[in-house]
């Protein structure tokens, strides 16, 4: 076994990390919260970080609207997720309340139901269960960690449980 070598940290000049976030963002979208963590693991002096976010903003790399709107979309769509969770995750990456709260009103709450029931009907498959009131919970819980509201699980969980039956 090799030993292990350690990295050393490599610290960055405000005008490196302004390039290296420009790269970055170029790519696939950056928080401005993404920014400021990448930065501060570079480095980069405190006071010196807004001023190569402000150039980002400036330049339209980095645009926290932009990046809630295709966070959401993907969440959406491809991995499932409900408000709660969706909103846990922006608030994690930074962005304002405002905005988390703008993008998520745009979301299709029929598409999300319909998500949900999908994605329910795919977990009972693979459930193992005793009685209706043990599949019932172990649904429930499931559509809370995507992170849907109760009331929109419990519906959805019945219509599946009834149909079961």
């Known amino acids: ?9 490599r610290n960055k000049t405000p005008e490196q990390a302004l390039k290296a976030l420009m790269r ?7 928080s401005s919260g993404d920014a400021m963590r990448l930065m501060a693991g570079w ?8 001023s190569v976010l402000d150039k980002l903003i400036a330049m ?15 969440k959406l769509r491809f991995s499932g997720w409900g408000a709660y ?7 994690g990456k930074g962005l304002s309340q405002q905005i988390i709260d703008e993008v998520l009103s745009q ?38 960690s ?4 109760f009331d929109v699980v419990a519906d959805a969980v019945a219509g599946i449980v009834k149909a079961e039956d």
């Open 107 to 144: 979301a299709d709450g029929a598409e999300m139901k319909e998500r949900l029931q999908r994605s329910l009907a795919t977990k009972m498959k693979s459930v193992k269960y005793s009685s209706p009131y043990d599949l019932r919970n172990k649904l429930m819980r499931y559509g809370a």
């Open 60 to 74: 339209k790399f980095i645009d926290d609207r932009r990046y809630a709107d295709a966070f959401v979309r993907d």
């Open 146 to 149: 995507l992170g849907y509201d």
């Open 1 to 9: 076994m090799l030993p292990k070598v350690e990295k050393t940290k």
């Open 85 to 91: 969770k969706i909103r846990t995750a922006l608030r």
């Open 43 to 50: 480095g980069v002096e405190p006071s010196q970080r807004q």
């Open 24 to 30: 970055l963002a170029s790519r696939a979208e950056k």
